[in-house]
């Protein structure tokens, strides 16, 4: 049996300010410095203790797993990163704000944009300031791979090669791995573990610094459907406040 803990990076400071993020490389805001502290606590107190880390390229990830290894006392961890774990790139919205988004379109165009499976956002150009391209951390990603806006089917297809040669094998080594990355790019990997459809992954959202614990059958298939969050109560608030952004 293998143990899976998956940790949604604490609040960002575009989260706080109600921005769209996506491939931009927002820091954690001190709310979200404090989400990654607690998210240690409850790995040291439920005495889950990773083996090694896996995380996104961007700095709200690294960030809270360097924060929440540093509070668990597991800041040696051998850790691995990767850009197929980054967040959903959010094309021409990102840097957009996302109430003002929601006016302008509507509550189903932006529905759909935010958490329909297949329909990404209109892509941004390479002269928008919030491009990635030319971002010196991709340079070796060949062009076809450099996303300029995604869906979600876009995320699951660049996550699941990282998740088989990658996560998988270290599972597979025994050891209990820490997945580090976003909303967006988890909620491609819950899909994928819990088999979940396009319209169920909709409804689905995940809430920032909460590990996630899945305990693996040998295949790799979840034991139990969803995992289980290490504080259930403030998943279950932190669920709705996700659902709810942009909304003020
Ligand atoms: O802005 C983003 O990149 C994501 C995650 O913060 O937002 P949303 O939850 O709207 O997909």
């Not at 704000?97 to 958490?115: I, N, P, S, V």
């Not at 996560?167 to 580090?180: F, H, K, Q, S, Y």
Request: hydrophobic residues 35%; aromatic residues 8%; proline residues 6%.
């Amino acid at each position: 049996m293998a143990t899976l803990v998956l940790l949604r990076h604490g609040e960002s400071v575009w989260n706080a300010e109600g921005l769209f993020t996506g491939w931009v490389d927002v820091d954690l805001s001190a709310t979200g410095e404090e989400e990654a502290r607690r998210g240690g606590e409850l790995l040291r107190e439920a005495d889950t203790r990773p083996g090694i880390v896996h995380t996104s390229v961007l700095k709200r990830a690294i960030r809270t797993a360097n924060i929440a290894l540093d509070e668990a006392d597991l800041a040696w961890l051998p850790v691995r990163r990767s850009w197929r774990l980054n967040e959903r790139h959010y094309g021409a919205l990102q840097g957009k704000d996302k109430a003002q988004t929601r006016e302008e379109y509507g509550e189903e165009q932006f529905m759909t944009w935010r958490r329909s499976y297949d329909t990404p956002p209109p892509p941004i150009g390479d002269d928008n300031p919030y491009t990635q391209v030319g971002d010196r951390r991709y340079a070796r990603l060949p062009d076809e791979l450099m996303p300029r806006t995604e869906c979600l089917a876009d995320v699951v297809d660049r996550m699941l090669p990282y998740w088989y040669d990658t996560i998988v094998p270290d599972l597979g080594d025994g050891r209990t791995v820490l997945v580090a990355a976003h909303g967006n790019s988890l909620r491609a990997l819950v899909k994928h573990l819990d088999g979940l459809d396009a319209d169920t992954v909709a409804g689905l959202n995940i809430p920032t610094g909460i590990p996630l614990v899945y305990e693996l059958n040998e295949d790799f298939t979840p034991r139990k459907q969803g995992g289980e969050y290490l504080d259930p109560e403030a998943a279950k608030e932190a669920i709705e406040a996700v659902k709810n952004q942009g909304k003020k």
